[in-house]
């Protein structure tokens, strides 16, 4: 008597895990409208005495940078649409996904009240679930172009951002609570401490970039790795080009953007040729 070893068929959920999803969105739009003031409340770079504005710390990205919440949003929404017609959720991302959404209004509603250490706390988290769903995400490449965009480019871009985000929210936080070394005014320089923060950012986006050469699903850690590049040119703009002037933080940042970039492409021109070679 033999036994079968075959895989079992993922099983397919219900209609709530999907209306859940759907609603985790509408709950983040509403963050999201709350957040740019569109209910007569203070927009976010306004909130906690202005710490989170692009001239708060040399961290602070000018504020273009912040239009890459247009497509997160947008690859949100695509997510949304695409999970009705997967009810097996394959990847097993719908319960982290859910988890993202909500955190990202959470963090709005945080930084409108000026918690800036708890808003610390839940952009952690919120990296940390986006770190889950890309990982889960690279297990398997992307079945066609709607599943490569809606799942794998959306987290991906979605996690590089957050990178960003978070280097940046914790030298807010920082400055509130009276430390100096992220400080814009006064004699010391906070130049050489932000380098070292935006030299860890770039060696995530190179990890990022490095990780997409080992797994079966590259498109979200390019994804993220794009985003990591972006925040940093947005944070090099700000510097050079706005306040706080620092010609040494915006140069590192230049710098480390386009590393970040060029290993990006090093990877996928590696993966196609890989792909042309295995065809």
């Given at each position: 008597?033999?036994?079968?070893?075959a895989?079992?068929?993922?099983?397919?959920?219900g209609?709530?895990?999907?209306?859940?999803?759907?609603?985790?969105l509408?709950?983040?739009?509403?963050?999201?409208?709350?957040?740019?003031?569109?209910?007569?409340?203070?927009?976010?770079?306004?909130?906690?005495?202005?710490?989170?504005?692009?001239d708060?710390?040399?961290?602070?990205?000018?504020?273009?940078?912040?239009?890459?919440?247009?497509?997160?949003?947008?690859?949100?929404?695509?997510?949304?649409?695409?999970?009705?017609?997967?009810?097996?959720?394959?990847?097993?991302?719908?319960?982290?996904?859910?988890?993202?959404?909500?955190?990202?209004?959470?963090?709005?509603l945080?930084?409108?009240?000026?918690?800036?250490?708890l808003?610390?706390?839940?952009?952690?988290?919120?990296?940390?679930?986006?770190?889950?769903?890309?990982?889960?995400?690279?297990?398997?490449?992307?079945?066609?172009?709607?599943?490569?965009?809606?799942?794998?480019?959306?987290?991906?871009?979605?996690?590089?951002?957050?990178?960003?985000?978070?280097?940046?929210?914790?030298?807010?936080?920082?400055?509130?609570?009276?430390?100096?070394?992220?400080?814009?005014?006064?004699?010391?320089?906070?130049?050489?401490?932000?380098?070292?923060?935006?030299?860890?950012?770039a060696?995530?986006?190179?990890?990022?970039?490095?990780?997409?050469?080992?797994?079966?699903?590259?498109?979200?850690?390019?994804?993220?790795?794009?985003?990591?590049?972006?925040?940093?040119?947005?944070?090099?703009?700000?510097?050079?080009?706005?306040?706080?002037?620092?010609?040494?933080v915006?140069?590192?940042?230049?710098?480390?953007?386009?590393?970040?970039?060029?290993?990006?492409?090093?990877?996928?021109?590696?993966?196609?040729?890989?792909?042309?070679?295995?065809?």
């Amino acid at each position: 008597m033999t036994t079968s070893t075959a895989p079992r068929a993922p099983r397919p959920h219900g209609v709530l895990p999907r209306l859940a999803t759907t609603a985790a969105l509408a709950l983040t739009v509403v963050g999201t409208a709350v957040g740019v003031g569109a209910f007569g409340g203070t927009p976010v770079q306004g909130a906690g005495g202005g710490l989170l504005s692009a001239d708060a710390t040399p961290l602070a990205p000018a504020g273009g940078a912040f239009s890459i919440w247009s497509l997160i949003y947008l690859g949100l929404a695509a997510y949304t649409i695409v999970q009705w017609w997967d009810p097996t959720d394959r990847h097993r991302i719908r319960v982290a996904a859910i988890l993202s959404m909500l955190l990202n209004a959470l963090w709005i509603l945080v930084v409108q009240a000026g918690m800036l250490f708890l808003s610390v706390l839940v952009i952690v988290v919120l990296l940390a679930v986006l770190a889950v769903i890309v990982r889960r995400l690279t297990a398997s490449a992307p079945r066609g172009p709607v599943e490569a965009v809606a799942l794998h480019g959306t987290f991906g871009l979605y996690l590089g951002w957050v990178c960003v985000a978070t280097c940046a929210n914790i030298a807010a936080a920082l400055l509130g609570a009276g430390f100096r070394g992220f400080s814009t005014t006064g004699a010391g320089s906070p130049g050489p401490l932000a380098v070292g923060v935006v030299i860890v950012a770039a060696a995530v986006g190179t990890g990022l970039a490095l990780s997409g050469r080992r797994s079966a699903g590259a498109v979200a850690p390019l994804a993220a790795v794009l985003a990591v590049g972006w925040g940093l040119a947005w944070i090099a703009v700000g510097r050079l080009a706005g306040e706080p002037a620092s010609a040494l933080v915006g140069g590192a940042a230049a710098v480390a953007a386009a590393g970040v970039v060029i290993a990006g492409i090093t990877t996928a021109q590696e993966r196609i040729r890989a792909i042309r070679n295995a065809s």
